[in-house]
T-cell receptor
Framework: NAGVTQTPKFRVLKTGQSMTLLCAQD?????MYWYRQDPGMGLRLIHY???????AKGEVPDGYNVSRLKKQNFLLGLESAAPSQTSVYFC?????????????FGPGTRLTVT | AQSVTQPDIHITVSEGASLELRCNYS??????LFWYVQSPGQGLQLLLK??????LVQGIKGFEAEFKRSQSSFNLRKPSVHWSDAAEYFC???????????FGKGTKLSVIP
């Protein structure tokens, strides 16, 4: 049981390049989330999904797109990377219980945009 | 709107000393509250959570937290800190019926041997 995995772990992009971050979970969780973490800002929600084929915007969605074609995978795309998107990106998943179900986090992807 | 405030950006304690990390929240009802810990270069791990009932909750690694409705607080405590507790700690909130977690900005804990 690997939990939540993210690929890649590190990436350096040039301004204007595109890339996709992959998140996979093997816990059969309904809900999945993408966060970004910046120094002194805590974690901020980018997009989330409450089920296969559904996505919704979080607090800071601009410049990102997501897709949830399979229940176990949640992709985060940057179409035209900007230096402001330099950050550490975390994926998380949780059960469909809207109660106090915890979110399980992946190890993160450190992205630098030059 | 809901929010979480962690007033202390950085705390330094000596190994063996007690610890209290502060967390205040703003929400119109009783929220679900969580404390997560992040070791350097790692993801977040849940320490404990509160949703109802006993206001003193026990977590992993010897941590506990107390929910105080009158003060809108959910402070994290540990009676004796170990060097391995050095990490960043995040308090977070989710409203009933909501999918989204709102995080505080975190408190970095340093432990002096």
């Amino acid at each position: 049981n690997a939990g939540v995995t993210q690929t890649p772990k590190f990436r350096v992009l040039k301004t204007g390049q595109s890339m996709t971050l992959l998140c996979a979970q093997d816990m059969n969780h309904e809900y999945m989330y993408w966060y970004r973490q910046d120094p002194g800002m805590g974690l901020r929600l980018i997009h989330y999904s409450v089920g296969e084929g559904t996505t919704a915007k979080g607090e800071v969605p601009d410049g990102y797109n997501v897709s949830r074609l399979k229940k176990q995978n949640f992709l985060l795309g940057l179409e035209s990377a900007a230096p402001s998107q330099t950050s550490v990106y975390f994926c998380a998943s949780s059960t469909a219980n809207r109660g106090p179900s915890e979110q399980y986090f992946g190890p993160g992807t450190r992205l630098t945009v030059t | 709107a809901q929010s979480v405030t962690q007033p202390d950006i950085h705390i330094t304690v000596s190994e063996g000393a007690s610890l209290e990390l502060r967390c205040n929240y703003s929400y119109g009802a009783t929220p679900y509250l969580f404390w997560y810990v992040q070791s350097p270069g790692q993801g977040l791990q849940l320490l404990l959570k509160y949703f109802s009932g006993d206001t003193l909750v026990q977590g992993i690694k010897g941590f506990e937290a107390e929910f105080k409705r009158s003060q809108s607080s959910f402070n994290l405590r540990k009676p004796s800190v170990h060097w391995s507790d050095a990490a960043e700690y995040f308090c977070s909130l989710r409203g009933a019926g909501s999918y989204q977690l709102t995080f505080g900005k975190g408190t970095k804990l340093s432990v002096i041997p």
